[in-house]
Structure formats: C-alpha cells, structure tokens
C-alpha cells in the first residue's frame, strides 16, 4: 500500500524559511518522480515542484523558481521542499505526490499525472 506522509509546516513571518518532508511507503520510491503541490483557499491545486527518480532531474513553477527546493534521500526514502524567501501568497496546504507509472517531463507538474498524495501540511505565512 502506498503511503505519503508530509510534515514540517508552520506559521512563519514573510522572509522566513520551512523545510517540508513526505516519507513514503509501500512502494520501490527510487524508482518514480515525486512532486509538491499546493492548494490555498478558493484555488485549484497547483503543481509547485517535481523530481525525477534519481534526482537528476527537477521542474519548477515559474512562481517558486529561485526560492524552493526539491531534492530526495533515496536511501531513507524521504522527499524534501526546502521554501525559502516566504511569501504571503505561499500560504497553502502543501501536498507530496507519486504514481506508479511513467511520468512525462512536460506533465511532471499537472496533478493529473499523479494519483497517489499526502494528507498535506499547512504552510502558513504572515506579511
């Protein structure tokens, strides 16, 4: 059985920095893409970040570029979203995602493409 479990959120001051973990289980992990999404009140989920198998290979949204992270441990089977440089409008519930089959580069961060996801950690940030 596939498990994604997040944790790590919190409330921080516009300015400040989180680190989001999602530890899975139930599944060969190495072998898939991961990726974070987002969901703040009245929006769609959006996809934030994606990493590929082997972390050779990273996508991010235009509107986190320069100031998240992705990155994974393999070996202890944890995915990881370093948020730097919070911004009010990052406030969000803040998922993980895989799925077992292939995952398209140009789809790595359409939730579509992933079917199985964390409960979420609220990411909280005050101006």
């Known amino acids: 059985q596939v498990q994604l479990a997040e944790s790590g959120g919190g409330s921080v001051q516009a300015g400040g920095s989180l680190r989001l973990s999602c530890v899975a289980s139930?599944?060969?992990?190495?072998?898939?893409?991961m990726a974070w999404f987002r969901q703040a009140p009245g929006k769609e989920r959006e996809g934030v970040a994606a990493?590929?198998?082997?972390?050779?290979?990273?996508t991010y949204a235009d509107s986190v570029k320069g100031r998240f992270t992705i990155s994974r441990d393999n070996a202890e089977r944890i995915g990881y979203l370093q948020l730097n440089s919070l911004e009010p409008e990052d406030t969000a519930v803040y998922y993980c995602a895989t799925t077992l089959s292939a995952t398209l580069l140009a789809k790595s961060l359409d939730r579509t493409s992933y079917n199985f996801w964390g409960q979420g950690t609220q990411v909280t940030v005050s101006p």
């Open positions: 139930g599944y060969k992990f190495s072998s898939y893409w």
């Open positions: 990493i590929s198998s082997g972390g050779h290979m990273s």
